[in-house]
């Protein structure tokens, strides 16, 4: 099957762009031309993207879509399809907000039998590596499995709030660091101290507290300091590569970076509410912004801009994990309000907004950051995350100039709150593609078109990285 893509523009370094032409023969990219060398043939299906920005999709590598187990939080076929709209062609879900867990073979094959036929975006999947999963003798036999069957990176928690999926002690930490160094696969670490938040929380609830406010002191910036100090040292003894997830301090970012200077392999991702919310957003929304690790204040947050420029930080992924709305977050206390909020939807247009729009990064930086940064990350380097010859046709056609509203009660996920409602944003996605296939198109009438449930694909991790 020939198409080819025309009328459009794609990056071409910094800010700038410049128009051109995609031919996309059997799901990868053949050609991306000048459009005057680009002659059709006549087997080829037109496609006129009328002037877009046509970007590589986003590969959301952080996302918890509770497809089976939590089904009440989300599917993975509202995640996929919110994907979808957000322009994300690739997500990489957590093992941890399913059940069984993805920790041996047999629970990911159980896994992938619920969710293939669900999924309309390609999609990886973490495996994991919890106090449970290391009860069992066969633990490294079944780390090896769930690796060789191709899962795109292990999870393991520092602190945990899921009896499914319980934390690791510093012990446990080294040697599941030391067998996961040997497989050559990366870890994501959720690094927050155990010990300084189980004290704190416990002394704050004693005390009879319950505003949003006391939860973010129980969960301060010494505890994620603190984790992530650990994790160099871990990483200095076992030459494991870890990635600190969803981090929202700027002096643990400072630690991530001392350990790259050091030669460490070691890296980090944000989130994009940790770009945009602080401790006084906190304050204002509630349990709506709850969220682990907590949002922090401005120097944090300006400390990460400056990382995602720099490229101190590896990529941006959205932790997306949306509770069921508005039950689970509004209980009654802010420490039994669900923690997680939506993003996979919004990721790229706030990205787009407030990064590039504001010069905080480049356009070029940006596609980095959620494109090929990711890929390379995850494996899968030599097939997606570039607007190349020989990638998946993974597009994402954006109206850059577009200023919308975003409403919650338009998002596609399954429970669609979000702390950015009421914001203006400015670039919107039009049409979206997963190797040359539509997915998604919005009308300039409002209205929405989207491909069938199905389409996206099982993508298995390619390549390993060294100790």
Partial sequence: MRRRFTDLRVPAGGDETRAASILVIDGRIAEVAAPASAAAESDEEIVDLGGLLVLPGVIDGHVH??????????????GTRAAAAGGVTCIVDMPCTSLPPVTSAENLQTKLAVIQAKAHVDFMLWGGLSANAMADPEWRRNLAEIVEAGVASIKVYMLSGMETFRDLSRPQLAKALEE?????????????????????????RAEGRNEPLDYAESRPAAAEISAVTTMSELCRETGARVHIVHLATGAALDIVTAARDEGLPMSAETCPHFLEFTEDDLRRQGALLKTAPVVKGEADRDRLWEGLASGELEYVATDHAAGQWPEE??????????GGVPGVELSLPYLYSEGVRRGRITLERLTELTASAPARFFGIESRKGRLEPGFDADLVALADDETWMVRAENLHNLNPYTPLDGYDLTGRVRQAFVRGQPIYRLEDDGSE?????????????ESKVGR
């Fill in 65 to 78: 879509f509770d497809d089976p187990g939590f089904t009440h939080r989300e599917t993975f076929e509202t």
């Fill in 180 to 204: 996961i160094a040997r497989h050559g696969v990366p870890v994501g670490v959720h690094a927050e101290d155990r010990k300084m938040v189980h004290e704190l929380t416990s002394r704050i």
């Fill in 329 to 338: 977050k509004h209980t009654g206390s802010i420490w039994t309000d669900y």
């Fill in 449 to 461: 078109w989207f491909g069938d449930p199905g389409l996206g694909q099982h993508v298995r991790r």
